[in-house]
């Protein structure tokens, strides 16, 4: 079965980057896209970018384009996503989740909890 | 960028009854509509793609219709189980976008 797991919640400080993973289980890793998301608490979804895993294609959305650069590694069918520069703004919950045309958005990982705290 | 309204912001209902959730986009998307569940501390669940096509594994009480800029989600017989935040999100242009969520709550 399909499963993408994330890495576990964190806490930096601001100023810092931090690195969230999101491994990939259960398909062909290379086969679908990987999305990553980013919720606020309380509050609705925006849509950060995502990477093709066969390419390195990526595509941002401009108003994360400074803040997240994401990768993959594919030996071991994981995703990255770097944060920069963090702010309290930053502090969120981020889902990766896996774009295919026949089940869009249909697998999400469980989410990272990041905090920008001093 | 597409800016989807969602209304009802907040919907209580009693069981049993049926809800319609609206999400109105700020320009045509066609059918390039996706619905999601998210309960409490969850991650998102897609419930309805491209507008109205069902999805495996849901419940058939949620179905979902409209095309172009008016979309609605209907919930037939709601019970404790529904009770969620349910987004819109289209998938027409770059960037991807979500509406605010309508949530659902049961008296």
């Known amino acids: 079965q399909v499963n993408l797991l994330q890495s576990g919640a964190a806490l930096v400080k601001p100023g810092a980057s931090v690195n969230l993973s999101c491994t990939a289980s259960?398909?062909?890793?290379?086969?679908?896209?990987i999305h990553w998301m980013k919720q606020s608490h309380g509050e609705s979804l925006e849509w950060i970018g995502y990477?093709?895993?066969?390419?390195?294609?990526?595509n941002y959305n401009a108003k994360f384009r400074s803040k997240a650069t994401l990768t993959v590694d594919k030996s071991t069918n994981t995703a990255y996503m770097e944060l920069a520069r963090l702010t309290s703004e930053d502090s969120a919950t981020y889902y990766c989740?896996?774009?295919?045309?026949?089940?869009?958005?249909?697998?999400w990982g469980q989410g990272t909890l990041v905090t920008v705290s001093s | 960028d597409i800016v989807l309204t969602q209304s009802p912001t907040t919907l209580s209902v009693t069981p049993g009854e049926t809800v319609s959730l609206s999400c109105r986009a700020s320009?045509?998307?066609?059918?390039?509509l996706h619905w999601f569940q998210q309960r409490t501390n969850d991650s998102p669940r897609l419930l309805i793609k491209?507008?109205?096509q069902s999805i495996s594994g849901i419940p058939s009480r949620f179905s979902a219709s409209g095309s172009g800029t008016d979309f609605t989600l209907h919930i037939n017989k709601v019970d404790f189980d529904d009770v969620s935040s349910y987004f819109c999100?289209?998938?027409?242009?770059?960037?991807?976008?979500f509406g605010s969520g309508t949530k659902l709550e049961i008296k």
């Open positions: 259960g398909y062909i890793f290379t086969a679908y896209y």
């Open positions: 990477i093709n895993p066969n390419s390195d294609y990526t």
């Open positions: 999100q289209q998938a027409q242009t770059w960037p991807l976008t």
């Open positions: 491209y507008a109205s």
């Open positions: 989740t896996r774009e295919s045309y026949y089940d869009p958005f249909a697998y």
């Open positions: 320009h045509y998307i066609g059918t390039n």
